[in-house]
């Protein structure tokens, strides 16, 4: 069993989601006592105050498995320059009702691949003041705004050799802040 199981959220429903070959490729870059699980965020109602005392089960389902892991992981696509709607709702019914928030106090890592030149900056800087207001510490440095061009990947959905090096730095620190921070 995983001494540090990680809730994996992709901020992005695309089949072919950039984002989501990203999470999946960056996860082989860590130790071995790290195990990394994609959350379901495609199934999650619109968020509804009304709706806090008699949450669905797939908000439950939500809810469980952030609370079983000890470190997060946000994969973020960029829309219009902040975060997708579907990972703000994800974000917003976990946090829910005012102050049962299951994020708090989890140590999270952002970072998120577009096509653009700037990667997800804006975004993951609009996520990272989310976070703050919910009490997740996040990893600062180094940052991680990839731009999606040829060679990202190999055929196999690895990461390309231009962009292991860097990206095995980045969870190398990922680590030592999940490992510093985790309860």
């Known amino acids: 069993m995983s001494q540090y199981p990680i809730a994996v959220v992709v901020g992005s429903l695309r089949r072919d989601s950039?984002?989501?070959?990203?999470?999946?490729?960056?996860?082989?870059?860590?130790?071995?006592e790290f195990s990394f699980k994609q959350v379901g965020i495609n199934d999650l109602?619109?968020?509804?105050?009304?709706?806090?005392?008699?949450?669905?089960?797939?908000?439950?389902?939500?809810k469980?498995?952030?609370t079983a892991a000890?470190?997060?992981?946000?994969?973020t696509a960029e829309y219009n320059r902040?975060?997708?709607?579907?990972?703000k709702n994800a974000i917003d019914h976990a946090s829910r009702p005012y102050g049962k928030s299951v994020w708090a106090g989890k140590p999270a890592g952002v970072l998120g691949v577009s096509v653009g030149a700037i990667g997800t900056a804006v975004a993951q800087q609009h996520l990272r003041t989310i976070l703050a207001y919910l009490d997740v510490p996040t990893l600062g440095q180094a940052?991680?705004?990839?731009?999606a061009k040829e060679g990202l990947f190999d055929p196999s959905g690895n990461l390309?050799?231009?962009s292991r090096k860097f990206l095995q730095d980045?969870?190398?620190?990922?680590?030592?802040?999940?490992?510093?921070?985790?309860?």
């Open 18 to 32: 950039f984002n989501r070959k990203l999470a999946t490729a960056i996860a082989k870059l860590a130790p071995p």
């Open 143 to 147: 940052e991680a705004f990839i731009h």
């Open 70 to 75: 000890r470190g997060l992981l946000f994969v």
């Open 45 to 62: 109602p619109l968020y509804n105050q009304d709706d806090d005392a008699s949450p669905a089960e797939s908000v439950k389902r939500l």
């Open 82 to 87: 902040s975060i997708p709607g579907v990972l």
């Open 160 to 162: 390309g050799a231009d």
């Open 64 to 66: 469980g498995e952030i």
């Open 170 to 183: 980045w969870m190398d620190r990922y680590v030592a802040w999940v490992k510093k921070h985790a309860g």
